[in-house]
């Protein structure tokens, strides 16, 4: 497909371009972006992976929209050989909404792919990778729009100068937001964390992913941190020693039960479009571990975490925020450092050394 070599928005600026790779004629991805996507233009449309790499450095793509929902695809070979030509290029590959395509898209973060989305097999009946209900079209202009921009536009940290953390109470419990780049975030932050701090302590995740993602994701989790992680049940102990994972398509509370905090599950609506939300965890555990908690948002698109910051906030807990030059997306994170809630926004590669010096010494080895 011939394109301009610069292709301006109205108002002048720039448009994100975008090379789509074996692409199905179902999806028909490129109608998807010229109707959806006003920020965006489609710079080539190639059949195979190796056309990828013959047209990369003509094309100039900001963003690859990579199609893995055929078997044939060869695309995910492909990928690590494009960033390796084109290091800061974003790529979001299409996977199918089941447990291969979750495994896939999850070795495709690992790879450095940007972002995924879902396809179930029909466009109206798509699960949405971190929301619910809006359909296929909706959730990749959305992306297409979110990633390909930040990838393009970086902008200084917040706060280059960080006030010292310090927990009011001591933390009995972590928890972490993510959403989009979060998978491959929580990987090396766990990794970081190390045994001796997961075995002593809780982890419960929110990552904004399907139904069928969150028990892959866990699978992940727990061979990368070489620690136990699963999807959380209805009904199960919040304990120390475990990555739990909220299930994807289901909001995540607590509750009680005698003398342990557990798992409560519902199918109440989605929050900032999410379920599971950030925003509903950490509200409650703000009421359930008042200062006693430390809180992680990492990486995501959207400002689902805010409101539940403002809430940890207020109860005297700790909050770290990933900063942007780290991010993917620097949504979720930026919209709780720009409200002051943040205890310290730092690189991803500082987070667990911040973890560390807000633990009692009694409390690791």
């Given at each position: 497909?011939?394109?301009?070599?610069?292709?301006?928005?109205?108002?002048?600026?720039?448009?994100?371009?975008?090379?789509?790779?074996?692409?199905?004629?179902?999806?028909?991805?490129?109608?998807?972006?010229?109707?959806?996507?006003?920020?965006?233009?489609?710079?080539?449309?190639?059949?195979?992976?190796?056309?990828?790499?013959?047209?990369?450095?003509?094309?100039?793509?900001?963003?690859?929209?990579?199609?893995?929902?055929?078997?044939?695809?060869?695309?995910?070979?492909?990928?690590?050989?494009?960033?390796?030509?084109?290091?800061?290029?974003?790529?979001?590959?299409?996977?199918?909404?089941?447990?291969?395509?979750?495994?896939?898209?999850?070795?495709?973060?690992?790879?450095?792919?940007?972002?995924?989305?879902?396809?179930?097999?029909?466009e109206g009946a798509n699960q949405g990778g971190s929301c619910v209900d809006d359909g296929f079209a909706d959730e990749l202009a959305r992306k297409i729009g979110t990633v390909g921009t930040e990838?393009?536009?970086?902008?200084?940290?917040?706060?280059?100068g960080r006030r010292p953390v310090s927990a009011v109470a001591p933390p009995r419990c972590i928890l972490i937001g993510a959403s989009t780049g979060g998978p491959q975030a929580l990987a090396t932050?766990?990794?970081?964390?190390?045994?001796?701090?997961?075995?002593?302590?809780?982890?419960?995740?929110?990552?904004?992913?399907?139904?069928?993602?969150?028990?892959?994701?866990?699978?992940?989790?727990?061979?990368?941190?070489?620690?136990?992680?699963?999807?959380?049940?209805?009904?199960?102990?919040?304990?120390?020693?475990?990555?739990?994972?909220?299930?994807?398509?289901?909001h995540l509370r607590l509750g009680s039960s005698g003398y342990e905090i557990v798992a409560r599950l519902d199918d109440s609506p989605p929050v900032n479009f999410c379920r599971p939300s950030a925003?509903?965890?950490?509200?409650?555990?703000?009421?359930?571990?008042?200062?006693?908690?430390?809180?992680?948002?990492?990486?995501?698109?959207?400002?689902?975490?805010?409101?539940?910051?403002?809430?940890?906030?207020?109860?005297?807990?700790?909050?770290?925020?990933?900063?942007?030059?780290?991010?993917?997306?620097?949504?979720?994170?930026?919209?709780?450092?720009?409200?002051?809630?943040?205890?310290?926004?730092?690189?991803?590669?500082?987070?667990?050394?911040?973890?560390?010096?807000?633990?009692?010494?009694?409390?690791?080895?």
């Amino acid at each position: 497909m011939p394109a301009s070599r610069i292709s301006l928005q109205p108002g002048g600026r720039r448009r994100v371009r975008v090379m789509i790779v074996e692409g199905r004629a179902e999806l028909d991805a490129a109608s998807i972006v010229a109707r959806d996507c006003i920020g965006a233009v489609v710079v080539a449309e190639v059949a195979t992976a190796q056309g990828a790499l013959d047209q990369l450095d003509e094309a100039d793509p900001d963003l690859v929209l990579l199609d893995l929902t055929k078997p044939s695809s060869a695309g995910f070979a492909v990928l690590p050989l494009i960033l390796a030509r084109k290091p800061a290029l974003a790529i979001i590959v299409i996977v199918t909404a089941d447990a291969a395509g979750a495994d896939l898209a999850l070795r495709c973060l690992s790879l450095g792919a940007a972002d995924y989305i879902a396809w179930s097999g029909s466009e109206g009946a798509n699960q949405g990778g971190s929301c619910v209900d809006d359909g296929f079209a909706d959730e990749l202009a959305r992306k297409i729009g979110t990633v390909g921009t930040e990838r393009r536009r970086r902008t200084r940290a917040l706060a280059e100068g960080r006030r010292p953390v310090s927990a009011v109470a001591p933390p009995r419990c972590i928890l972490i937001g993510a959403s989009t780049g979060g998978p491959q975030a929580l990987a090396t932050l766990l990794q970081a964390l190390g045994r001796d701090v997961i075995e002593r302590m809780p982890i419960v995740v929110v990552q904004h992913m399907p139904p069928a993602f969150t028990v892959v994701l866990a699978e992940h989790l727990a061979l990368s941190s070489g620690c136990p992680a699963h999807e959380l049940s209805e009904g199960e102990a919040i304990r120390s020693g475990m990555i739990h994972v909220a299930p994807g398509g289901r909001h995540l509370r607590l509750g009680s039960s005698g003398y342990e905090i557990v798992a409560r599950l519902d199918d109440s609506p989605p929050v900032n479009f999410c379920r599971p939300s950030a925003d509903v965890l950490f509200k409650d555990a703000a009421a359930v571990f008042g200062p006693a908690v430390l809180t992680i948002i990492l990486t995501g698109m959207g400002r689902d975490g805010l409101d539940g910051a403002r809430a940890l906030a207020a109860a005297g807990a700790s909050i770290l925020v990933q900063d942007e030059k780290t991010s993917t997306v620097w949504g979720m994170p930026g919209s709780v450092a720009r409200a002051g809630l943040a205890s310290a926004v730092l690189p991803l590669e500082e987070i667990a050394t911040a973890v560390r010096h807000l633990l009692p010494e009694s409390t690791i080895e």
